[in-house]
């Protein structure tokens, strides 16, 4: 949310808003880059069991990166494609549901909507919690126009865990 409204003060007709915000988006990518670039350090060093979370922590930066839109056109591909390579490799050794979760909102993210369902699916088989996947599957279903199962999947999510976020959309569908 904070992202949304900097990247609206962007648009304010007072020079010194525009810049505040701009200086505080920049702060930001900064942040995350620098973060990447330890990351990427420590993993060219790390043993085997510690380039694990390394991977996972990364992969999750990138992310960051792409969805908070701090990364746009081909940058957002590139952090976008880079994140799912490492997701990939986890999800092939140990993946956790939240690698599979992950994964699948890249992939959503990247437009490969068969493959961010079935990595959606992976994570409930994991173990994720219901509440948390079903919405996302339900995007899915709306991307691929598939509405019955918009339906179906909100209606099986658990209501009285839902996030609060989400509580609108569900109303509007059921």
């Given at each position: 949310?904070?992202?949304?409204?900097?990247?609206?003060?962007?648009?304010?007709?007072?020079?010194?808003?525009?810049?505040?915000?701009?200086?505080?988006?920049?702060?930001k990518e900064k942040s995350?880059?620098?973060?990447?670039?330890?990351?990427?350090?420590?993993?060219?060093?790390?043993?085997?069991?510690?380039?694990?979370?390394?991977?996972?922590?990364?992969?999750?930066?990138?992310?960051?990166?792409?969805?908070?839109?701090?990364?746009?056109?081909?940058?957002?591909?590139?952090?976008?494609?880079?994140?799912?390579?490492?997701?990939?490799?986890?999800?092939?050794?140990?993946?956790?549901?939240?690698?599979?979760?992950?994964?699948?909102?890249?992939?959503?993210?990247?437009?490969?909507?068969?493959?961010?369902?079935?990595?959606?699916?992976?994570?409930?088989?994991?173990?994720?919690?219901?509440?948390?996947?079903?919405?996302?599957?339900?995007?899915?279903?709306?991307?691929?126009?598939?509405?019955?199962?918009?339906?179906?999947?909100?209606?099986?999510?658990?209501?009285?865990?839902?996030?609060?976020?989400?509580?609108?959309?569900?109303?509007?569908?059921?």
């Open positions: 949310a904070a992202i949304d409204i900097l990247r609206e003060a962007l648009k304010d007709p007072t020079d010194d808003v525009r810049l505040l915000a701009y200086s505080m988006l920049e702060q995350l880059a620098e973060r990447a670039r330890n990351l990427k350090s420590a993993l060219e060093r790390a043993n085997d069991m510690d380039s694990i979370l390394l991977r996972r922590r990364l992969a999750q930066v990138w992310w960051e990166m792409a969805y908070l839109g701090l990364a746009q056109g081909g940058l957002r591909l590139y952090y976008l494609n880079n994140a799912r390579t490492l997701l990939l490799e986890l999800t092939d050794r140990r993946a956790q549901h939240n690698d599979w979760r992950l994964l699948g909102r890249v992939e959503l993210a990247l437009g490969n909507l068969s493959a961010a369902e079935a990595a959606f699916a992976a994570a409930l088989e994991s173990g994720a919690p219901a509440e948390i996947i079903l919405p996302y599957q339900a995007e899915v279903a709306f991307m691929q126009r598939d509405y019955q199962r918009v339906r179906y999947c909100l209606a099986t999510c658990p209501r009285n865990q839902v996030h609060p976020a989400n509580r609108q959309l569900m109303e509007a569908w059921l």
